[in-house]
């Protein structure tokens, strides 16, 4: 029932009077004041009529609100539950209070300097803000009030109190739902104030920002105004939008989930509502297309979600621009890889028709120096790569070096998607285009980013469009100054792109092709850095098979030889570092029966390259290598019928050389190390002869023994002792030819009885196992008398060291002996029977001597 008019004023001189308490002295008396006066309204057994409430609000608004102003902290936020019961829950809507509330609202917290220095009564007064936003939500009473909301929010969003900014943000959205018409001429003043929110520690502050820009710069542009005949659009300044594309993108690192989540929502809205969305589409699209990349799930199907929706719109509002292609391009285009899902139309279109815009900005961000931010947009440069199809070729030019310096990234991540960018490339590019592009850059000095790069253009185009270039790519790959590389890096790249040209060969494919790969393939092992432990001859197996070879002998035989030609460049020139030489080596290492399929062309090579004057290092390790494959001749000459000729060239050309005295210690290092592979040559081996012409081999001998008894007396004791053992068997493969003659024998063993009296115990025991086989076999006109005297010096020299304190020697004089008793018994025994009182060794001797009677008897 309507009150009486006395009760009415009853009512207010009530609240008057609680009111006037407010001016006392003692805080609690002033909280105690707000508490009643609330009490007071809120008494169920009372009834106010709106024009009772006006008059109360009149009668203490000037107490009340100023209680906001209270110096006391508890009082001030009483005055703020106050307030809010009245303003909020017990005054009708009517702009007349929001005159009073407003300008003390403005003084508290919207001001430049901060007034309320209590962070809780802060908070406090903008959630009291967002009620009086939501209670006069779309109506005409709070339209003068927006300014002043928006001076208090440009504020708070600013306060060093996470909980206000975060309550500020939803507080701006809440405006922007509230008054749409009207927000938008004063929105653009939150953008930098809520942009400051971005970086903020507390995730909830940045989400609610993101969501607060995403409002604002939409209202800010657009404002629907709905009437009888229908929707007005009208403008703004886009000057915001600018400002926010950054921060906003920045965020797309952000480390929670729901902070890149919120950024592809807002995207998503922006593209899909914006008024004027066309004229920036290439500005906002990246911020949607890096969460289909995202590495939380869910974020990469909420944003693929959004995507698709935002393709949909956009072929529906082109449907008359794309009708050919709805209606006729229905499948996706040939080999289309089955692991991924086609974009839509729209969707393909919308990139298609921007990719220009893009693909610059990419190009620049590719390089930027955050990590971050390479790897993003790696991963947007597969989107992109993947919806524009073949729409990317004419902007490929200016993509590359980015793409180049992206592969060289320290991330993996990064390079791994600009791989896999190359290859989606590779499927929608024409090859003539894209070779074009990539293959100059590579004459002019390739580094391993633009090989990452071509490797993924190759294993991307199907083997049907790249087979008739196979043979222009892989020869550019084998050209010297490319493959001829070091650098463990574009050795490795280098390797993966022979096996994408591999996998690429068919039986159209020229021939040219498996010699260009196998080039590289050597000329990577040969040079390989030693951290690529995987780059070996295991290499050529997938190449034979691919080829159709049976093994991977066959691989080395047919391409070693024209290998072989190719280097065969002044070998005498080489250093141990240079390419040709190292391939040399890898052949003579590794190519097995292929070796002695090309014997002239490896010995032509090995003459020049061990020339007394070619590098002392380079020649040692060439020696190293060809010692190396000596040792395993049943194989590399399993296929070859006449080595003569071979081996009169090798030891003519490179041992007789080499073996000559020169002062100085390289010299002597380089004759102990000729030395050796010329005992590794002359090892005779089951079913391989060496020597088929024996002019020949008594000619190679004249040559050889008398450097050979020269270095019987090197300096260096290895020499000394591998000159005996070369002798031992140049002895042995005259005696197989029938050309061992006494002048030989007379004219070698003195040098070798010599070596008994060695410094070098090693030398010494050396000499021992050698004699018998030199007196082996001896010619019979040795045996005769008039040689007697030969035979005696030998045996006294013997008998001199069969008195030897080393066990060893006395065991390898008896065997020397027993060969001497072969030629001369009788004097064998005589000179044994004579010195015997004179030895310490009775034992020795008398064993001797029972051998001798023992071989007489027979």
Known sequence: ???????????????????????????????????????????????????????????????????????????????????????????????????????????RIGSLELIEESEEIRLELVKFLQAIILKYSNTEQLKPFVGDCVIILCETVKDKHPAIKELSCKCVIDLAQALPRDFHLQAENLVKPIITCFGHQRYRVRVEAIKAIGTTLYLSMIIIQRTISGEVIMHSSYKGLDEAIGPMAEKLFDQIPLVRRTVAQVAARWLLEYRDRYSFFYKIMPLLLTGLNDEVEDTRIESHRLWEKVGLQYKNENEKDLKDEIDFLLEPPKYYPEHLKRPNLGCRVLVQRNVGKLTKALSSELTSWQEDIRVRCSQLLCGLALHSEDGITQNLQGLLPAMYSAARDEDQRVVVNIIQASEIMGLFVPIKTWYKLVLPVLEDGAHFGHLSVLYGFIKGTPQEYITDSLNEISGLLSEDSICYTRKKKVQIELIKCVDAISEKITERSDSEVGFHLFKIIIASISLRDPENVNIDSRLLDPLYKV??????????????????????????????????????????????????????????????????????????????????????????????????????????????????????????AMRTMAASCLLCALTPIEGVSLFNSAPILRDLCEKLVPLLISLMEDAAFRSRELAMECVTLLKGHACEHNIWTNEDLIKIYPEILKRLDDPIEKVRLCALRVLPEIFAKTPEAFKEAHYKAHHEFIVDTLLTHFDDDDHNVRNLVFDVLKVIATINLQLVSDKVERHKPLLCNQKGCDEVLDYLKQMMLE
């Open 547 to 668: 080829l159709g070879f049976p093994d991977r002998g066959s691989v080395w035989s047919a391409y070693t030889g024209r290998l072989l030609s190719h280097i065969q460049t002044d070998p005498k020139s080489w250093t141990v570092v240079t390419a040709q030489r190292c391939i040399l080596e890898t052949i003579l290492l590794e190519s097995s029966r292929a070796f002695g399929e090309n014997l002239p062309v490896i010995a032509s090579i090995l003459v020049e390259a061990l020339d007394p004057d070619a590098d002392a290092e380079s020649r040692l390790k060439t020696f190293w290598a060809l010692s190396s494959a000596f040792d395993n001749k049943s194989i590399i000459f399993e296929k070859s019928e006449d080595l003569t000729e071979f081996f009169d060239s090798l030891i003519s050309g490179v041992f007789v050389p080499s073996l000559v005295w020169h002062p100085g210690r390289t010299a002597e």
């Open 1 to 107: 029932m309507p009150q009486s008019e006395d009760n009415s004023a009853e009512n207010v001189q009530t609240a008057k009077k609680i009111a006037l308490i407010l001016q006392s002295d003692d805080k609690k008396a002033r909280r105690q004041a707000l508490a009643d006066l609330e009490k007071f309204l809120s008494n169920p057994n009372k009834e106010f009529s709106n024009q009772d409430l006006r008059n109360i609000f009149v009668e203490t608004q000037m107490y009340t609100l100023n209680g906001f102003r209270d110096k006391t902290e508890i009082v001030r936020e009483q005055a703020i539950k106050f307030m809010n019961f009245l303003i909020v829950d017990k005054l009708p809507l009517n702009d007349f209070y929001l005159t009073y509330v407003f300008p003390v609202l403005v003084e």
